[in-house]
């Protein structure tokens, strides 16, 4: 079966004309275009402003800020909407004012014409607390290789404004030049939610550096909004360049200074410590920027061999959140040094103490803290414990006298496993001070973990190894919860958790720590601890609801007990080996009129 195709209709000299001129091909000049523009030079055109509310980025053209005949205008000015400039390692910055309001920055060459240096300051004016977003964003230099951080001095804004999120912006007076003016955040007219990376605070005694200080609010005109402020890390280190003296005293002086006129909503960091490079260091190279440093460390933290010159009790700043009460307090890392009360130190009056305290977690070891409230505390989380168990040691041996040895006897610290730690490199415990203190009238919860773990191998040699040669087998424990810690009540506990040890610690209810403090008997109310549970043994440590030991020891046959109760149970046991818990007493176990549970008492 064939297929039938009908022809043109079309006269063939018609047909034919199409063949008389050659082909042309389509035209390619798109194609070509993308071509050149990729191969040509890069010119910025536009800049990092993020929207406040999505935190997603909005792409702005530079040529769109450009006003020829504007001497005022955003691209030729530090004072606008926008306002972009450059550090002199190349990292690039962006500020913008959303609402009503604007920004002024200034760099430490303010006369050259270019915002070309790190920040002296960042004012905003003519905010509002309500409408008013501030946002900032940071781009690594394109040049040479940096971590993308702009360093700023100063942080100002009489009015009040609704939010600051600076990422990628680090608060120090490590500026170069330096710069004269106080280094610190003062935002008078309040703000709701405050926002940047980091604090680097390095503290020279000898040049007389100031501490930094954060301000929100008036003091006479109370803050009709709960601030929340979110930070990376803190680092505060101080230390004295001229001295050959190891230091060893613990740091009281507020050096990073958080003073909130009002109630703060969240308080969220990641961590307060000393700073990750030796001050030495920092001060001898000027900041990093002379490369012929001959000392030690040469770079970095500094080795073992060099760690007790930059100890951490001895080197490490105060950091002092000071407000009338606080919502969510929370770390996620380690907390050194940190205290939070409603004075500008914690616990020098009855007054001197929050409001309250909703909330307060501590992801990593919070060491040498300190929570003053007067009124009540919700939910306390130590993560990986409340002081710091490393080098500190539990009990004593006489040796006696050997060939070796000659004939004195010697005294042996117990266990033997702390021997080794490089001297420095222990916390606060380990040189005889607080691993932290809380007082307040009545507490919700207080749950505690290890900070460190015990690895347990078999008694007979001959069964350490019993799955693979030369590697032992451990059985896991649970370490050290509580290092040298006061936690007191005026009133009550509602439930402690406890996994790990307490050592050289109290858990006190119905004791007044201020009363205390003054050299009166601090047990004065009924008090109850209604569940206590314990997945540990107490190590010259005491609980107790409403009971005074007898001449500061606790014995069931001589102490007083008062109306207190506690319910729980204690899965370890009781250990007196001659130490002082850090309210001074001498003792272990659970005290209280009435126990209901197993809850041991040392012999």
Known sequence: MGIMRRGSSRPGSVRRSRLQG???????????????????????????VRNPITNQREFVSAQSLQRPNDPNGP???????????????????????HGPGQVIVTDTTPNDGALDDDIATIQIVGSNIRSTYVTGSTVASARTLTNGVVKFNQLIAAQGVKSIQLNGFDLTSSVSPAQSAATGIFLHGGVQTLQFHDIVGIFDQSTGAAPYQITIGDPNVPLKVKPSIYLDSIYNSVFDSTSDTIPTTPITTPYVQFSINGTVQNFSIVSATQSAVAPNYIAGSQDGTVETW??????????????FFYNIVGTTGRTSLQALAVDNLKVRGSAKNFTAQKNTTPFTSSESGLRYLRRATFGGNADAVALDVNGNIGDLTFKKGLGDPTGVYTASATVPSTSETGTATQTQLLPATNYGIPAGSTGYPAAG??????????????????????????????????????????????????????????????????????LNSEIKTGFNYQTYLQGLQGTRR???????????????????????????????????????????????????????????NYGAGVFARSKIGRLPVSP
């Open 75 to 97: 691209l030729v000015s530090n004072q606008g909407k926008i306002v972009s400039g450059k550090d002199r390692a190349g990292n690039e910055y962006t500020i913008t004012v």
């Open 294 to 307: 001959s000392g030690y460390p040469v770079s970095g933290p500094p080795p073992a061999a060099y760690q």
């Open 433 to 502: 001070d607080l691993g932290g203190v809380v007082r307040a009238r009545n507490i919700r919860s207080i749950r505690a973990k290890a900070a460190d773990v015990h690895l347990i191998t078999a008694q007979n040699p001959d069964f350490v190894s019993l799955n693979q040669p030369s590697t032992p087998d451990y059985v896991v424990q649970p370490g050290t919860a509580m290092t040298n810690t006061a936690i007191t009540t005026d009133g009550s506990i509602n439930h402690v958790n406890v996994t790990g040890n307490l």
């Open 22 to 48: 050659p082909e042309v091909l389509e035209s390619r000049q798109l194609l070509a275009s993308n071509i050149a523009g990729y191969l040509s030079p890069y010119i910025p055109s536009d800049l990092y």
């Open 526 to 584: 009924a008090s109850r601890i209604a569940s206590y549970k314990q997945n540990g043994d107490l190590v010259n440590s005491v609980v107790s609801a409403t009971y005074i030991p007898a001449n500061g020891v606790y014995n069931q046959a001589t102490g007083t007990a008062g109306r207190g109760q506690i319910r729980g149970h204690v899965r370890g046991f009781a250990y007196g080996t001659g130490g002082r818990t850090a309210l001074g």
